[in-house]
C-alpha cells in the first residue's frame, strides 16, 4: 500500500492546485479579484448573517385573518349559488365561523341544501363527504355552510408553505445573496437576509400582502350611503391608495387577479412621462380581460392592491392582447418595488412582524477576527501537538492538514456555500478529526513495529488496519451532519455543512496524501526503523 504510483501523485496535485486556485480569492482585495483573468476562479466565500451583518426578520401568519378571507369568499360563492338557481334567500352573512343563509320558500331549503353541496367547496382527501366544506340544515329554514376542522389546517399549513416560497422570490429579486428563509414552529417565518442592512426596505418587500385584482366599479352605488355603512349586496367599499383619492364603491366580483400575470416591470407613461407599471397577463387573465373590457365600455374598473384602488380608469374601448398598465403616484422606487411584488406572487395570508434586528458589519467583523484568531490558534496547537508527538510523520500530517484546510475553503467558495461562526467551529473540530485519523495511523503503525515487523510491513499493515476505523469514524459523523443540515436552522445548517464537507476532505488528507509523503520519504531513505518507533 506504502506506494508512489503516479495515480496519487496526480490526484494529489490536483487537489492541492484546486484548493489553492478557489481559495486565494477570498485573500485577495476586490480589485486584483475583478481583474484576474476570465478562466480563474473568482468566486469567494458567503458570510452569513453572523458574520457580514445584514438583517433578522421574524414573521406570523395571519391565519385568522386568512380563514375570515375564505369565509368572505364562501359567501359571495353561496350568493352566486342560489341567484343561478333561482332561490330566494335574505340574511346571508358569517355567524359564529359559518355562513349562514335563511331561505325565503320552506319548500326550496332542501333544493338550497342541494345546490350548495354540489357547487361550493372544493375535493379535499381525508374529510367527510370528500369535499372541505359541509352543506346542512337548520331552524327556521336557514341552511348553514361551513368549513371542515381539516380543511381549515390545510389552508393554515399551505399558506405558510406558499409564504415561504413568495418571500423567497422577492428576496432573491433585491439581489441579495444565500438568504435563510424558513419555517419555526407551525406558523412562523424566519429570515436572515447577509448584507441587507436596511430592515425597513426588506420589510417593504417581504411584508406587503401584494394581492392585486382588477374589479368594476359600481356607478349605481351611493358612496355617501356606503360611508354610512350602507353598502349594498355584493358590493364593497374602498378606500384610495394615496391620500386625497375619494372612496370608491366596486363589485365584489373579481374580473383579474394578479396570479394570471406573467410578467411585471417599471415603466413610464407615454403620455405623462410619469412612472407606472408594465404588465402582461397570461392566456386565461389576457381572454377574461378582453372580455370583460369589451362588455363593459364606457364604465370604470378598479385596480386594487391590498385592499385599496391605485386607479379607476373609464374602460374606453375592448382591451386585446394580453397587456396594460398601472399608473398612479408612482417614483421609480415604487414602481419597480411594486413591480417585484407583482413578478413574485402575492402572499396567501397577511404577515405579523414579531421580530426584527439588524446585525451591523463591524459586529460580523469582529466575529470574523475572533473567528480567525480561534482558527489560527487551534491549527497551531494541532501542529505542535501532532509534530511534538510524532516527529517527521507528524510533519507529514501537518502538510496535510494544510492542504486539507485549502479544500474545505475551496469547496466552500466554488459552491458559494455560506460561512457562520459556527461554520467555523465545524471547521476546527474537522482539523482535530483530520488528526485524530493521523493518530490512530500512526499508534497503529507503533504496535506493528514494536511487535517485530519490518518497517515496510509495519506502515503496510498499520494503514490498512486503521483505515476501517477511520472509515467507521468518519460515516457516523457524516451521518450526524447529514440530519443536522436536514432539521437543523441556519447555524446549526452552517456547521453541519462544513464539518460534512470535511469528513471527506479528512479522510482524503489524512490517508491519500500522508501515505504519498510518507512513501517518498521511505523511497529516499530506506529506513531501517520508523521515527515514530
Request: aromatic content about 6%; hydrophobic content about 50%; overall charge neutral.
Amino acid at each position: 500500500m506504502i506506494t508512489v504510483a503516479r495515480w496519487r501523485i496526480v490526484v494529489v496535485a490536483l487537489a492541492t492546485i484546486f484548493g489553492i486556485l478557489f481559495t486565494l480569492p477570498n485573500l485577495l482585495p476586490a480589485s486584483m479579484r475583478e481583474s484576474l483573468p476570465g478562466f480563474l476562479p473568482s468566486k469567494t466565500l458567503n458570510l452569513g448573517l453572523d458574520l457580514q451583518g445584514g438583517s433578522y426578520l421574524l414573521y406570523e401568519v395571519d391565519v385568522a385573518a386568512l380563514r375570515q378571507e375564505k369565509l368572505v369568499n364562501l359567501v359571495e360563492d353561496t350568493r352566486t349559488t342560489l341567484r343561478e338557481a333561482e332561490i330566494e334567500f335574505t340574511g346571508l352573512g358569517i355567524v359564529n365561523g359559518e355562513v349562514m343563509v335563511r331561505i325565503t320558500d320552506p319548500a326550496k331549503a332542501p333544493d338550497a341544501a342541494k345546490a350548495l353541496r354540489n357547487t361550493v367547496g372544493s375535493a379535499l382527501a381525508g374529510a367527510a363527504g370528500g369535499r372541505d366544506v359541509t352543506v346542512s340544515t337548520a331552524p327556521d329554514q336557514r341552511v348553514r355552510v361551513a368549513f371542515v376542522s381539516q380543511a381549515l389546517d390545510a389552508q393554515a399549513a399551505k399558506a405558510v408553505e406558499q409564504s415561504i416560497e413568495v418571500i423567497r422570490r422577492r428576496i432573491d429579486e433585491l439581489g441579495t445573496k444565500e438568504p435563510d428563509i424558513r419555517r419555526q414552529g407551525t406558523q412562523r417565518i424566519m429570515i436572515a437576509a447577509p448584507g441587507e442592512s436596511d430592515p425597513n426596505k426588506l420589510r417593504a418587500i417581504v411584508g406587503q400582502t401584494a394581492k392585486l385584482t382588477f374589479q368594476m366599479v359600481d356607478e349605481t352605488a351611493d358612496v355617501a350611503q356606503a360611508l354610512q355603512g350602507r353598502v349594498p349586496p355584493g358590493d364593497m367599499l374602498l378606500e384610495g391608495s394615496e391620500a386625497g383619492m375619494p372612496p370608491i364603491v366596486v363589485k365584489r366580483r373579481v374580473l383579474v387577479t394578479g396570479e394570471m400575470l406573467t410578467n411585471a416591470n417599471a415603466g413610464t407613461n407615454q403620455q405623462t412621462n410619469e412612472w407606472a407599471v408594465d404588465f402582461r397577463f397570461n392566456g386565461m387573465g389576457a381572454r377574461r380581460f378582453g372580455d370583460a373590457t369589451t362588455q363593459n365600455v364606457g364604465k370604470r374598473f378598479a385596480i386594487i392592491l391590498d385592499g385599496k384602488y391605485i386607479s379607476a380608469p373609464v374602460i374606453n374601448g375592448p382591451i386585446q392582447g394580453g397587456s396594460g398598465q398601472i399608473t398612479g403616484n408612482f417614483t421609480a422606487e415604487s414602481a419597480n418595488n411594486l413591480a417585484v411584488l407583482l413578478r413574485a406572487g402575492a402572499l396567501p395570508a397577511p404577515l405579523k412582524i414579531l421580530e426584527q434586528r439588524t446585525v451591523s458589519a463591524e459586529l460580523g467583523a469582529d466575529a470574523i477576527r475572533a473567528g480567525a484568531v480561534s482558527l489560527v490558534i487551534g491549527a497551531a496547537a494541532i501542529i505542535v501537538f501532532i509534530v511534538l508527538a510524532y516527529g517527521l510523520f507528524g510533519v507529514f500530517a501537518a502538510i496535510a492538514l494544510v492542504i486539507n484546510v485549502l479544500l474545505i475553503l475551496g469547496i466552500m467558495s466554488m459552491t458559494q456555500a455560506t460561512l457562520t461562526f459556527p461554520g467555523i467551529a465545524g471547521l476546527i473540530l474537522t482539523l482535530a478529526v483530520a488528526v485524530d485519523a493521523n493518530v490512530l495511523i500512526y499508534e497503529r503503525v507503533r504496535d506493528e513495529a514494536h511487535a517485530g515487523r519490518t518497517p515496510i510491513m509495519a506502515l503496510e499493515h498499520g494503514y490498512s488496519r486503521a483505515l476501517v476505523s477511520i472509515i467507521d469514524a468518519n460515516i457516523t459523523s457524516a451521518i450526524s451532519a447529514i440530519i443536522m443540515f436536514l432539521v437543523g436552522s441556519g447555524p446549526i445548517r452552517g456547521f453541519a455543512w462544513t464539518l460534512l464537507i470535511g469528513v471527506f476532505t479528512s479522510v482524503f488528507t489524512a490517508v491519500i496524501i500522508t501515505q504519498l509523503l510518507i512513501g517518498w520519504w521511505f523511497r529516499a531513505t530506506k529506513p531501517k526503523s520508523l521515527p515514530i518507533e
